[in-house]
């Protein structure tokens, strides 16, 4: 069975200030894909980033980087220089390859005050 | 215009009454998906198609039917709805032939209450 646990139900950070939401997830699988989405206030689901189980270098994409650490079974996200339109619920997820099942975890809460 | 399209947005409904959500999606994915999001549980998912002729229970399928009319489509019903049935819906698609990666795009998502 899968699991995806994310520890930190809310986070209150300050504008400009770093954050690192932290997913930690279970599978027997030995490839898989690990994905992390934002809900914003109004409430859609956006697709922010996937990675495969094969693939531990880390990404970045402007403010975004995500750690992915197969050791530890840690896909961590972190955001720099945090902004307001940061504010939402960011969940991380587990699919095995060749299965589109997801399992999401129960995602995060962030608030970005000014 | 939306590649995936939920209708009702919204919707209040008895104890009791039949209700029928609706997706659709212009992708042109063959897998479709429907999920529920209740506060502080994630998403669970209630069904889910690989394509027209096929339907699987997920997790949570009690109390919930689907019906994939199209590729294109994909309903999901409430024969009796309760109160804990009041969450938010969402449906996805994705595409097995995208190097496997199977990343699901969610649509808008439809709030249900039920009284």
């Known amino acids: 069975a899968q699991k995806v646990t994310q520890a930190q139900t809310e986070i209150s950070v300050v504008e400009k200030e770093d954050v690192t939401l932290d997913c930690v997830y279970e599978t027997r699988d030995t490839t898989y894909y690990l994905f992390w989405y934002k809900q914003p206030p109004s409430g859609e689901l956006v697709f922010l980033i996937r990675?495969?189980?094969?693939?531990?270098q880390n990404e970045i994409s402007g403010r975004y980087s995500w750690n992915f650490q197969k050791s530890t079974s840690s896909f961590n996200f972190t955001i720099t220089a945090s902004q307001v339109v940061d504010s939402a619920v960011y969940f991380c997820a587990l699919s095995a390859i060749g299965y589109s099942t997801l399992t999401f975890g129960k995602g995060t809460m962030l608030l970005v005050s000014p | 215009d939306a590649d995936v399209t939920q209708t009702p947005r919204n919707r209040i409904t008895k104890t009791g009454k039949r209700i029928m959500l609706e997706c659709s999606q212009t992708k042109g994915h063959d897998r479709m998906y429907w999920y529920r999001q209740d506060p502080g549980l994630g998403l669970q998912l209630i069904y889910y198609s690989f394509d027209v002729k096929d339907i699987n229970k997920g997790e949570i399928s009690d109390g919930y039917s689907v019906s994939r009319q199209a590729q294109a489509k994909f309903s999901l019903s409430l024969e009796s709805a309760i109160p804990n049935q009041t969450a938010l819906y969402f449906c996805?698609?994705?595409?097995?032939?995208?190097?496997?990666?199977?990343?699901?795009?969610f649509g808008p998502g439809t709030r249900l209450t039920v009284l």
């Open positions: 996805a698609t994705s595409d097995p032939t995208s190097g496997g990666t199977h990343t699901q795009y």
């Open positions: 990675r495969n189980s094969f693939d531990e």
